[in-house]
């Protein structure tokens, strides 16, 4: 349970804020994932870093900035966010992208955001 | 790209009886599909997971079937207790990356 946290757990901000959400992996991967969940939708992904390069980014609007400096921690940098933009924040880690047992993903406990 | 779609997005059953869910996916490239349970509040777990060289896989209560032709792939629960009442998500990696089903919300009446 403890092998991906995430903070905060829970964040409600005014669309004029800036605030940062925290993810690190305690598993030894070299992958980390920032997904969006919400209600009825699938999960979407949103970028993701194999060995701290971005190797993804799927036309993610820029109000949301991820940061990797190190295998071990990803931030989300959000600012100017609208309404539509509440919902759950996954961080997901594996060990790599593809092939073999590499792409198994593990996912922290997420970060209810609420954006007013 | 691919595409998952996931049924049913509700289903209730009796304790003990069986649950089975479906998915389709359309990308012939995928060879690897997890299933996740998520808890109400919590995160996405893994609990089976099957490639595509490989046509069913069991463990205990649980199991996966996967029909690569018909490109198709279902959870099966047998003996269903309260405590498997969660959302269960599906997923397909293409060699890319994971698309995911949009979930079965289960839920076991004791």
């Known amino acids: 349970e403890t092998g991906v946290t995430q903070t905060p757990r829970h964040l409600v901000m005014g669309m004029t804020n800036k605030k940062s959400l925290k993810c690190e992996q305690h598993l030894g991967h070299n992958a980390m994932y920032w997904y969006k969940q919400s209600a009825k939708k699938p999960l979407e992904l949103m970028f993701v870093y194999n060995f701290k390069e971005q190797t993804e980014n799927n036309s993610v609007p820029s109000r949301f900035s991820p940061e990797c400096p190190n295998s071990s921690h990803l931030f989300l940098h959000l600012h100017t966010l609208q309404p539509e933009d509440s919902a759950l924040y996954l961080c997901a880690s594996s060990r790599g992208t593809s092939g073999g047992n590499q792409e198994t993903q593990y996912f922290g406990p997420g970060t209810r955001l609420l954006v007013l | 790209g691919e595409n998952v779609e996931q049924h049913p997005s509700t289903l209730s059953v009796q304790e003990g009886d069986s649950a089975v869910i479906k998915c389709t996916y359309s990308d012939s490239a995928s060879n690897y599909f997890p299933w996740y349970k998520q808890e109400l509040g919590k995160r996405p777990q893994l609990i089976i997971d099957i490639r595509s060289n490989v046509g069913e896989k069991k463990d205990q209560r649980i199991a996966v079937t996967l029909n690569k032709t018909a490109k198709h792939f279902s959870l099966h629960i047998t003996e269903t207790q309260p405590e498997d009442s969660a959302v269960y998500f599906c997923?397909?990696?293409?060699?890319?990356?994971?698309?995911f089903g949009t979930g079965t919300s289960l839920t076991v009446i004791p």
């Open positions: 997923a397909a990696f293409n060699g890319n990356q994971f698309y």
